[in-house]
């Protein structure tokens, strides 16, 4: 029973956490993806009460509004915790292992993505990390972090 096993492998919560990143709805969220391919994180901001969303949504839950204006990122962050993820899915499965962090942005969101330019054993809990945009190997816009502001 090969699928089976497969299902369960240990690294299924990571690959799970990686696949929300990717299925961000684009139609309100458009120019998120094009300030990414520029370098910069963009987000939204609720107009009333003024809370970041990251991802950027279109809607605040809190005023149920959709009165939401856009604002750059500082891309500061703290790292609150990571995982090494050894077995990737599929979709990275000609990627190298990578980290997967979260990340504490000065604006008070927390933010998973992928931390690059570091070695595993290197990554401290705390360290200072920055938020940054590109253009990733299959050509779209993407968010990773990287060490140091
Ligand atoms: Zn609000």
């Known amino acids: 029973m090969e699928m089976a096993k497969a299902k369960s492998y240990p690294t299924l919560r990571s690959a799970r956490r ?18 990414l391919e520029e370098g910069k994180v963009f987000t939204t901001r609720c107009k009333d009460c003024g809370k970041i969303y990251f991802p950027p949504s279109g809607d605040c839950v809190d005023c149920l509004t ?29 990627y190298e292992p990578y980290i997967v962090a979260v990340g504490k942005l000065k604006e008070g969101v927390n933010v998973l993505a992928w931390l690059t330019g570091i070695k595993l054993e290197d990554v401290k809990i705390g360290m200072k990390m920055r938020l940054i945009g590109k253009v990733s190997r299959e050509g779209r816009g993407t968010y990773e972090f990287i060490p140091g502001y």
């Open 18 to 35: 990686l696949e929300l990143i990717y299925e961000i709805p684009i139609s309100k969220t458009q120019k998120f993806w094009e300030k």
């Open 66 to 94: 959709s009165d939401m204006e856009w604002v750059e990122l500082s891309g500061e962050a703290v790292l609150v915790t990571f995982t090494q993820v050894a077995v990737r899915p599929q979709t990275f499965s000609d």
